[in-house]
Protein backbone atom coordinates (compact mmCIF):
# COMPACT_ATOMS: atom_id res chain seq x y z
CA UNK A 1 0.00 0.00 0.00
CA UNK A 2 1.21 3.86 -0.76
CA UNK A 3 0.64 6.31 0.56
CA UNK A 4 -1.82 8.87 -0.82
CA UNK A 5 -0.91 11.99 -2.32
CA UNK A 6 -1.94 14.87 0.28
CA UNK A 7 -4.14 17.33 -2.39
CA UNK A 8 -3.56 20.69 -0.55
CA UNK A 9 -0.09 20.04 -0.42
CA UNK A 10 0.22 20.41 -3.77
CA UNK A 11 -2.50 22.15 -4.62
CA UNK A 12 -1.01 25.27 -3.02
CA UNK A 13 2.41 24.33 -3.94
CA UNK A 14 0.77 25.07 -7.56
CA UNK A 15 -0.78 28.27 -6.76
CA UNK A 16 -4.56 26.72 -6.79
CA UNK A 17 -7.02 28.66 -5.22
CA UNK A 18 -8.02 26.86 -1.58
CA UNK A 19 -10.97 27.96 0.02
CA UNK A 20 -11.19 27.10 3.64
CA UNK A 21 -13.72 26.22 7.18
CA UNK A 22 -11.85 26.79 10.29
CA UNK A 23 -13.36 23.70 12.58
CA UNK A 24 -13.85 24.75 16.41
CA UNK A 25 -16.59 23.10 17.67
CA UNK A 26 -14.54 19.97 18.84
CA UNK A 27 -17.11 17.29 17.49
CA UNK A 28 -16.64 14.88 15.07
CA UNK A 29 -20.62 15.03 14.96
CA UNK A 30 -20.21 18.82 14.07
CA UNK A 31 -17.54 17.95 11.49
CA UNK A 32 -19.48 15.39 9.77
CA UNK A 33 -22.12 18.39 8.79
CA UNK A 34 -19.52 20.43 7.36
CA UNK A 35 -17.47 17.73 6.20
CA UNK A 36 -19.39 17.09 2.32
CA UNK A 37 -19.50 20.91 2.35
CA UNK A 38 -17.28 20.64 -0.68
CA UNK A 39 -14.40 23.51 1.16
CA UNK A 40 -11.05 22.58 -0.50
CA UNK A 41 -9.53 22.37 3.28
CA UNK A 42 -10.59 22.92 6.98
CA UNK A 43 -8.77 23.97 9.90
CA UNK A 44 -9.08 21.59 12.88
CA UNK A 45 -8.03 23.92 15.84
CA UNK A 46 -6.57 23.30 18.86
CA UNK A 47 -5.00 26.64 20.23
CA UNK A 48 -8.58 28.42 20.65
CA UNK A 49 -10.70 25.42 21.11
CA UNK A 50 -11.65 22.60 23.79
CA UNK A 51 -10.18 19.57 21.46
CA UNK A 52 -7.93 16.92 22.46
CA UNK A 53 -6.08 14.43 20.31
CA UNK A 54 -9.72 11.83 20.79
CA UNK A 55 -11.68 14.88 19.17
CA UNK A 56 -9.20 15.58 16.74
CA UNK A 57 -9.13 11.74 15.83
CA UNK A 58 -12.97 12.08 15.20
CA UNK A 59 -12.53 14.97 13.41
CA UNK A 60 -10.06 13.73 10.61
CA UNK A 61 -12.00 10.69 10.48
CA UNK A 62 -14.86 12.41 9.24
CA UNK A 63 -13.68 14.79 6.62
CA UNK A 64 -10.68 11.87 5.49
CA UNK A 65 -14.14 10.20 3.32
CA UNK A 66 -14.72 13.58 1.66
CA UNK A 67 -12.25 15.68 -1.04
CA UNK A 68 -11.51 18.09 1.75
CA UNK A 69 -7.83 18.37 3.26
CA UNK A 70 -7.71 18.61 6.90
CA UNK A 71 -5.12 20.14 8.25
CA UNK A 72 -4.38 20.89 12.39
CA UNK A 73 -3.35 23.75 13.97
CA UNK A 74 -1.73 22.74 17.14
CA UNK A 75 -1.51 24.81 19.90
CA UNK A 76 1.97 25.46 20.24
CA UNK A 77 5.11 24.36 18.36
CA UNK A 78 5.63 21.39 20.03
CA UNK A 79 8.08 18.35 18.64
CA UNK A 80 5.65 15.81 21.31
CA UNK A 81 2.63 17.30 19.86
CA UNK A 82 3.58 17.34 16.34
CA UNK A 83 4.44 13.99 16.65
CA UNK A 84 1.22 12.78 18.24
CA UNK A 85 -0.56 14.26 15.50
CA UNK A 86 1.10 13.05 12.52
CA UNK A 87 1.19 9.69 13.83
CA UNK A 88 -2.85 10.43 13.93
CA UNK A 89 -2.71 11.01 10.32
CA UNK A 90 -3.07 14.81 10.46
CA UNK A 91 -2.40 15.78 6.72
CA UNK A 92 -0.85 19.18 7.44
CA UNK A 93 0.13 21.61 10.28
CA UNK A 94 -0.79 25.21 10.72
CA UNK A 95 2.20 26.07 13.72
CA UNK A 96 1.03 29.26 15.15
CA UNK A 97 2.94 32.22 16.29
CA UNK A 98 5.97 31.50 14.69
CA UNK A 99 8.64 34.40 15.29
CA UNK A 100 12.02 33.87 14.17
CA UNK A 101 13.43 31.68 11.48
CA UNK A 102 14.85 29.42 13.98
CA UNK A 103 11.12 28.51 15.46
CA UNK A 104 10.42 27.73 11.41
CA UNK A 105 13.29 25.28 11.27
CA UNK A 106 11.96 23.75 14.74
CA UNK A 107 8.44 23.05 13.41
CA UNK A 108 9.43 21.62 9.70
CA UNK A 109 12.22 19.31 12.62
CA UNK A 110 9.48 18.05 14.37
CA UNK A 111 7.70 16.71 11.25
CA UNK A 112 10.51 15.25 10.06
CA UNK A 113 12.40 11.35 10.27
CA UNK A 114 16.04 11.59 11.36
CA UNK A 115 18.28 12.27 9.96
CA UNK A 116 16.49 15.61 8.37
CA UNK A 117 14.41 15.90 11.97
CA UNK A 118 13.47 15.25 15.21
CA UNK A 119 9.98 12.79 14.74
CA UNK A 120 10.18 9.85 16.97
CA UNK A 121 9.42 6.62 14.58
CA UNK A 122 6.39 4.33 15.11
CA UNK A 123 5.35 1.82 12.49
CA UNK A 124 1.69 0.68 13.83
CA UNK A 125 -0.17 4.00 13.58
CA UNK A 126 -3.39 5.53 11.85
CA UNK A 127 -1.14 7.63 9.74
CA UNK A 128 0.62 4.34 8.00
CA UNK A 129 -2.64 2.46 8.44
CA UNK A 130 -1.11 0.30 11.09
CA UNK A 131 1.88 -0.49 9.31
CA UNK A 132 0.66 -1.24 5.90
CA UNK A 133 1.74 1.93 3.80
CA UNK A 134 5.22 0.52 2.45
CA UNK A 135 6.58 4.28 1.57
CA UNK A 136 5.23 6.28 4.48
CA UNK A 137 8.79 6.93 5.86
CA UNK A 138 10.34 8.03 2.87
CA UNK A 139 7.35 10.11 1.32
CA UNK A 140 5.88 11.81 4.03
CA UNK A 141 7.98 14.37 4.14
CA UNK A 142 7.10 15.89 0.53
CA UNK A 143 3.38 15.21 1.65
CA UNK A 144 3.06 16.91 4.81
CA UNK A 145 1.87 20.75 4.66
CA UNK A 146 3.83 23.32 7.16
CA UNK A 147 2.40 26.38 7.50
CA UNK A 148 3.67 29.13 9.82
CA UNK A 149 1.81 31.54 11.34
CA UNK A 150 2.49 35.09 11.62
CA UNK A 151 0.57 36.85 14.42
CA UNK A 152 3.01 40.15 15.42
CA UNK A 153 4.86 42.74 13.02
CA UNK A 154 8.18 42.44 14.04
CA UNK A 155 7.24 38.76 12.19
CA UNK A 156 5.66 39.59 9.65
CA UNK A 157 8.90 41.81 8.87
CA UNK A 158 10.54 38.38 8.33
CA UNK A 159 8.22 36.74 6.49
CA UNK A 160 10.54 36.48 3.58
CA UNK A 161 13.02 34.84 6.04
CA UNK A 162 10.86 32.77 7.71
CA UNK A 163 9.32 31.42 4.46
CA UNK A 164 12.57 30.72 3.21
CA UNK A 165 12.55 27.53 5.69
CA UNK A 166 13.47 24.51 3.61
CA UNK A 167 10.43 22.62 4.32
CA UNK A 168 7.68 25.21 4.81
CA UNK A 169 4.88 24.76 2.51
CA UNK A 170 3.25 28.23 3.36
CA UNK A 171 2.28 31.34 5.31
CA UNK A 172 -0.60 32.26 7.27
CA UNK A 173 -1.60 35.83 8.23
CA UNK A 174 -3.08 36.10 11.64
CA UNK A 175 -4.91 39.42 11.65
CA UNK A 176 -6.19 39.32 15.53
CA UNK A 177 -3.32 38.75 17.04
CA UNK A 178 -1.16 41.29 14.82
CA UNK A 179 -3.92 44.36 15.29
CA UNK A 180 -3.45 43.24 19.32
CA UNK A 181 0.26 43.48 18.17
CA UNK A 182 -0.13 47.01 16.98
CA UNK A 183 -2.76 48.34 19.78
CA UNK A 184 -5.62 47.23 17.88
CA UNK A 185 -6.71 44.48 19.93
CA UNK A 186 -10.24 43.00 18.29
CA UNK A 187 -10.11 45.06 15.01
CA UNK A 188 -8.77 42.62 12.95
CA UNK A 189 -10.10 44.53 9.93
CA UNK A 190 -8.69 47.77 10.77
CA UNK A 191 -6.71 49.03 7.42
CA UNK A 192 -3.60 49.30 9.22
CA UNK A 193 -3.33 45.87 10.13
CA UNK A 194 -4.05 44.73 6.59
CA UNK A 195 -1.64 47.90 5.56
CA UNK A 196 1.14 45.51 7.26
CA UNK A 197 -0.18 41.98 6.09
CA UNK A 198 -0.86 43.02 2.22
CA UNK A 199 2.40 44.45 1.19
CA UNK A 200 4.68 41.23 2.95
CA UNK A 201 1.99 38.66 1.30
CA UNK A 202 2.69 40.32 -2.22
CA UNK A 203 6.17 40.00 -1.62
CA UNK A 204 5.74 36.34 -0.84
CA UNK A 205 3.65 35.82 -3.85
CA UNK A 206 6.08 37.48 -6.04
CA UNK A 207 8.70 34.75 -5.19
CA UNK A 208 5.74 32.09 -5.44
CA UNK A 209 5.81 31.47 -1.50
CA UNK A 210 1.66 30.71 -0.66
CA UNK A 211 0.03 32.70 1.38
CA UNK A 212 -3.45 32.25 3.42
CA UNK A 213 -4.95 33.73 6.03
CA UNK A 214 -8.91 33.28 7.79
CA UNK A 215 -10.78 35.94 7.55
CA UNK A 216 -15.51 36.08 8.32
CA UNK A 217 -16.21 37.93 5.75
CA UNK A 218 -16.47 36.16 2.23
CA UNK A 219 -16.40 38.93 -0.29
CA UNK A 220 -13.07 39.92 1.42
CA UNK A 221 -11.78 36.22 1.24
CA UNK A 222 -12.98 36.21 -2.14
CA UNK A 223 -11.21 39.55 -2.87
CA UNK A 224 -8.07 37.99 -1.24
CA UNK A 225 -7.57 34.90 -3.00
CA UNK A 226 -8.11 37.06 -6.04
CA UNK A 227 -5.17 39.34 -5.26
CA UNK A 228 -2.99 36.06 -4.87
CA UNK A 229 -3.70 35.00 -1.93
CA UNK A 230 -3.83 30.65 -2.27
CA UNK A 231 -5.22 29.30 0.69
CA UNK A 232 -8.19 31.62 2.74
CA UNK A 233 -10.44 30.34 4.99
CA UNK A 234 -13.81 32.33 4.93
CA UNK A 235 -15.65 31.09 7.97
CA UNK A 236 -15.99 29.31 11.05
CA UNK A 237 -18.42 26.63 12.46
CA UNK A 238 -19.11 28.17 15.02
CA UNK A 239 -19.49 31.65 13.78
CA UNK A 240 -21.82 30.26 11.70
CA UNK A 241 -23.51 28.27 13.92
CA UNK A 242 -24.18 31.41 16.25
CA UNK A 243 -25.05 33.96 12.70
CA UNK A 244 -27.62 31.42 11.85
CA UNK A 245 -29.39 30.77 15.51
CA UNK A 246 -29.33 34.24 16.20
CA UNK A 247 -30.67 34.55 12.24
CA UNK A 248 -33.30 32.33 12.69
CA UNK A 249 -34.60 33.47 16.40
CA UNK A 250 -34.82 37.70 15.00
CA UNK A 251 -36.95 36.28 11.93
CA UNK A 252 -39.47 34.91 14.14
CA UNK A 253 -39.54 37.62 16.71
CA UNK A 254 -39.56 40.16 13.78
CA UNK A 255 -42.62 38.40 11.96
CA UNK A 256 -44.82 38.10 15.17
CA UNK A 257 -47.81 40.43 15.51
Not at 84 to 110: H, N, W, Y
Request: proline content about 5%; glycine content about 8%.
Amino acid sequence: MKLAQNKFTHAIAAGDKQIGLWISLASPFVAEVTAPAGYDWALIDMEHSPNDYFTVLGQLQAFAATSTTAIVRPEWNNPVIVKRLLDLGAPGLLFPMIQTVEEAQKAVSATRYPPHGVRGVSGATRATKFGRVSDYVARVGHETTVIVQLETAAAVGRAIDIASVDGVSGVFFGPADIAADIGLVGQLMHPDVWGLIKPAAQALIAKGIPVGTLVMDTAFAAELLNDGFTFVACASDSSLLAKASDAALAAVKDALE
